[in-house]
């Protein structure tokens, strides 16, 4: 059960982030199309970080942090662990600081994100899968190297700032929307959002899409305290993770609700996206078009932004 | 053995063509990866004509076809046959001037291209597979419905300029390409392009890239003929036709070279612009940048353009 007040953490505001880590990243485009308008008598925009750098949102966070840890001691190198996208972004992100990238990456990792961490220059660490396996091996690591330093892929206050430029760019944008969907795994994205939301515009509403099968953070809202799931078994593998103690305190204060969305829910909607839109996006993705269909009946008429949140799928 | 001077034909100049349809289409974006420059040591920008409506090229020789036809008779419809892109693209411009279109469609095309012509407003009437049997249908249709004009999905002059305008909008982005890479099938995108090409950039190359599966445009310019393939299989669905008697003039006298391009050399290189720009493109469009890769010695240091000529892939 987690007790940290939001206000306690110190967020920096969005616009003190962005111009830093702005030089580094895409501002990513929008893209529309009538079908979606049509299904949703909405005006529908999808936020395309599909076409970030690194294939995904993450390097957002991971820039934004490897700059903040840099500015801020001694260290020579940081590490994480990964099996995907947030490798990617912190092995791009400390090449960009000319600092070295440690990754601890589980076995069955996908071939291609793991060739994509060492293009960018990371030294890769195999580990056997399971959340306890993967920390040891880190922890282990960051004793011997204590010049290291340890950037969480989402439960870290410098990751979720970094997130929050993606809504400054919705401002910058001209942009005014009145939902904001988002995917929710660990649920770094979606708290940067919903606070950067607050800040810009502050009568939007943000909600959380997750698989059916990987409900944890449906789960930990319903209950009040973060839930772990011993099994979860989706096509959203980006959506596999549980809540960290400051995500759950940032969604519980600032997300309305989480839609739950099936694996054919979910597939029928990338088909739609890749079908009709003409872009790569993860399953993970797909699920906020999957939610903005289950509700439909409240969105006519009002301006939806559906975060793509990457495009790094193994062909 | 085609006699036709292009000369004679009398095409217009871009310029009077792009503002008429310039409403009615999307100036398409251009992309770019560090990971194709990086491979051919070049400047490589990707036309994106998946992003066009419709989803393909063919939108922008429809729209001027249809503009024009109507503009120099009293004609109430137009008819066409296809079994993909064009029939798409004719039946929403004919739609977007208010007038009906039938689409002779051959039984086995692909069920999502047949829902998307109905989606846009056409009729449709199935035939046997087979040029003569499509050829057949479309004539009676035509004796019978002498308000109608037959548009040409490629092998008319009207269609030819309409795809001029696709280097109209490289011209107003500013580039300067030294070397334009377009797909061949029957032959009027690269006639459009090429045509438009000599207008703009008279220093630039256009260069066509075909399967070799279904390689008559090469064969043709070899052997100063049009020659017709009895067999032709392929991935790359959109570039199966032959070429017509004024698309073999034009690329006889504008284009360099045609590269042919093995089915294994188009499965990778649609997996590298997927996996990579991040975009849904039609395996003809693939077969661009594989034939990038084969002529890479003439490409170091250049600016080179490379036409995605559609997204539509049935998932």
């Known amino acids: 059960m987690s007790s940290i007040e939001i206000e306690d953490i110190g967020f920096l505001s ?27 008598d909405a005006e529908v925009l999808f936020k395309c970080e599909n076409f970030q750098k690194t294939g995904s949102f993450k390097i957002r966070g991971a820039m934004h942090a490897v700059g903040k840890k840099l500015s801020s001691g001694n260290i020579r190198a940081v590490a994480t662990h990964s099996s995907g996208n947030f490798g990617q972004a912190l092995a791009f992100a400390a090449g960009q600081y000319g600092i070295r990238c440690h990754i601890v990456v589980p076995k069955n990792a996908p071939m291609a994100k793991v ?3 060492q293009g960018y220059g990371a030294e890769i660490e195999f580990c056997e899968p399971g959340t ?7 922890q282990n690591y960051l004793q011997q190297h204590p010049d290291s330093v340890f950037i969480h892929p989402y439960n870290q206050k410098e990751v979720i700032e970094g997130h929050m430029t993606l809504v400054s760019e919705l401002k910058i944008d001209g942009i005014n929307p009145d939902i904001i969907l988002v995917p929710v795994g ?9 606070l950067a939301s607050s800040h810009y515009f502050p009568g939007c509403t943000v909600i959380g899409a997750e698989p059916e099968n990987a409900n944890d953070a449906f789960l930990s809202v319903k209950k009040g305290e ?11 593998d980006g959506l596999r993770t549980s809540l960290g103690d400051i995500t759950f305190s940032v969604i ?3 997300v309305r609700e989480i839609i739950t969305i099936t ?3 979910i597939l029928l909607a990338q088909k739609e996206i890749m079908g009709r839109l003409k872009i790569v996006a993860e399953p993970s993705s797909a699920t906020v078009w999957a939610a903005a269909k289950k ?18 799928v193994d062909f």
Not at 186 to 194: P, Q
Request: charged residues 20%; without cysteine; proline residues 5%.
């Open 115 to 117: 060739q994509a961490m």
């Open 263 to 265: 694996e054919e829910e």
């Open 186 to 194: 660990g649920g770094g994205l979606i708290s940067g959002i919903s």
């Open 226 to 236: 973060i839930v772990h799931l011993t099994e979860v078994n989706t096509i959203a």
């Open 252 to 254: 519980r204060e600032k």
């Open 14 to 40: 969005p616009e003190s982030v962005y111009p830093e880590i702005k030089p580094h990243i895409h501002h990513t485009p929008i893209l529309k199309g009538r079908y979606f308008n049509e299904i949703l």
């Open 295 to 312: 509700i439909k009946n409240q969105l006519a008429g009002k301006t939806i932004v559906l975060v793509i949140s990457g495009g790094n």
């Open 132 to 138: 306890q396996n993967r920390e040891r091996a880190l």
